[in-house]
């Protein structure tokens, strides 16, 4: 199966500073999807970006899927920001939508 | 909208007792799915429905079952919980975007479940 791997897996950060997150994958894809669990568990959508580079507020993400690979970049980083990011993939060929999920980053933003 | 939304919300068994963990979802999405995370690693599929009436195995299905009566849910079932089952469970909905080959997946809140 797919292979989702995700680096860095732990990053500290001081409130304002940016960051780059790296989701590679073994195989190609035609779904990725990129999530902040924040502190209390819950899983927040923030891309879903197959190919192509997408831009929402601070944070924006690029997958160059013939590379096989997807950054999410965050600026001016906040407290809020705090929590693991995960990196999802999947291929689907037919009726079936399964997500690959990789083992995420853990970020921290000190103030 | 309500999105995705899970019952209960933390639940404590015995080794052995059963539950059914609930479900619900008001987006008409066909697809639905349910996901357990470990401490430590990402989310793992346990079992999926492409539509009422139709449910099939994901990467971890063993003590698990599942029914999908209804389009809007999607109950896991624990016939005789163990240890190992303690995880945070995470339902799953999603539909087929117009013109694409793939879905966009939205998550609910998740149930805490401990088994001692």
């Known amino acids: 199966g797919i292979q989702v791997e995700q680096s860095p897996p732990d990053l500290i950060l001081q409130e304002g500073a940016n960051s780059t997150l790296r989701c590679n994958f073994s195989?190609?894809?035609?779904?990725l999807q990129w999530f902040h669990q924040n502190p209390w568990g819950q899983l927040i959508n923030l891309f879903y970006?197959?190919?192509g580079t997408k831009q929402n507020g601070r944070l924006s993400a690029t997958t160059v899927a013939t590379e096989r690979y997807s950054l999410l970049y965050i600026s001016s980083s906040q407290t809020t920001d705090s929590g693991v990011y995960f990196c999802?993939?999947?291929?689907?060929?037919?009726?079936?939508?399964?997500?690959?999920f990789g083992t995420g980053t853990l970020l921290a933003v000190q103030p | 909208n309500a999105g995705v939304t899970q019952t209960p919300k933390f639940r404590v068994l015995k080794t052995g007792q059963s539950m059914t963990l609930l479900c619900a979802q008001d987006m008409n999405h066909e697809y639905m799915y349910w996901y357990r995370q470990d401490p430590g690693m990402g989310l793992r599929l346990i079992h999926y429905s492409v539509g009422e009436g139709t449910t099939a195995k994901g990467e971890v299905p063993d003590g698990y079952n599942v029914s999908r009566l209804k389009k809007q849910n999607f109950l896991l079932g624990l016939e005789s919980a163990a240890p190992s089952q303690t995880s945070v469970y995470f339902c799953a909905s999603s539909y087929r975007r117009t013109g694409l080959p793939t879905y966009e997946q939205y998550f609910g809140p998740g149930t805490r479940l401990t088994v001692t």
């Open positions: 999802a993939v999947g291929n689907y060929g037919g009726a079936t939508n399964k997500l690959i």
């Open positions: 970006i197959p190919s």
């Open positions: 195989d190609s894809v035609n779904n």
